[in-house]
């Protein structure tokens, strides 16, 4: 399976996880990203993702070359989905196989937070009541801190 | 002097009315060269100051040069995850 996709299907979390596991692997992390339901104080119903997909694959690629350097993980996968998705739903899934846990686990903290820096892969937020809109992370910084 | 299309995506899209345009560059052309055709586009008054542009699937920095035949992309801020 290729290692890094956008998918326009559900993400099979298990299939990931076979594809990662060996012998020589004593630790398989596992990031999952769901759709939640509130957005700075707003009912979210739905998020529509939208991607620049043939640029999402290349840069994906590049993170998880650039993990497997910093962190000598040798086995990542990582898929995110696009399309419109329900509230619980997985949008990102990304799985990293190391023989010891701290390895595996710093490789899927850094490839999620580096997915959101630089990945272009964008958000339309539909509200229950009915309004729409896309999410600039950019602006959301200036107003709130972090979670 | 050629004409480069550039893809334009999600809020950008949307403010520009399109999903691509097609801008003249003179040869030897920046990244900024381009900005500033952009910016006097229909719309994109509302573009932020410095909008991210990928060259070849890569980001750019603002003195790179476009080549023809470059694939151009103006990305708005990414929301992935």
């Known amino acids: 399976m290729s290692r890094a996709s956008i998918v326009t299907r559900e993400i ?3 299939r990931l996880v076979e594809a990662v596991r060996s012998p020589s692997h004593g630790a398989i992390s596992i990031f999952v990203g769901t759709v939640r339901d ?5 009912s979210v119903s739905a998020i529509e993702y939208s991607a620049y997909t043939a640029m999402a694959q290349e840069e994906l690629e590049r993170i998880a070359d650039e993990s497997e350097k910093r962190f000598g993980v040798s086995a990542v996968v990582i898929e995110h989905r696009i399309g419109v998705l329900d509230i619980s739903e997985t949008s990102i899934a990304i799985v990293a196989a190391h023989p010891h846990r701290a390895p ?4 899927t903290r850094y490839i999620i937070e580096e997915i959101k820096k630089r990945v272009p892969i964008w958000k339309m937020e539909h509200y229950s009541d009915g309004t729409r809109e896309w999410v600039d ?3 959301v910084a200036k107003q709130t801190s972090p979670a | ?3 480069v299309t550039v893809q334009l995506f999600a809020s950008y899209a949307e403010l520009l009315g399109s999903t691509a345009v097609e801008l003249p560059l003179a040869s030897g052309a920046t990244v900024n060269d381009l900005l500033r055709h952009i910016r006097a586009l229909p719309g994109a008054g509302r573009l932020p100051s410095a909008p991210r542009i990928a060259l070849n699937r890569t980001f750019a920095t603002p003195d790179q040069i476009i080549e023809a035949g470059d694939e151009i992309a103006l ?4 929301a992935g995850g």
Do not use: F, K
């Open chain 1, 12 to 14: 099979d979390l298990a």
């Open chain 1, 104 to 107: 595996a686990m710093d490789t």
């Open chain 2, 1 to 3: 002097m050629y004409t």
């Open chain 2, 75 to 78: 990305i708005p801020p990414v």
């Open chain 1, 137 to 139: 992370p950019t602006r």
């Open chain 1, 38 to 42: 509130l957005n700075d104080g707003r």
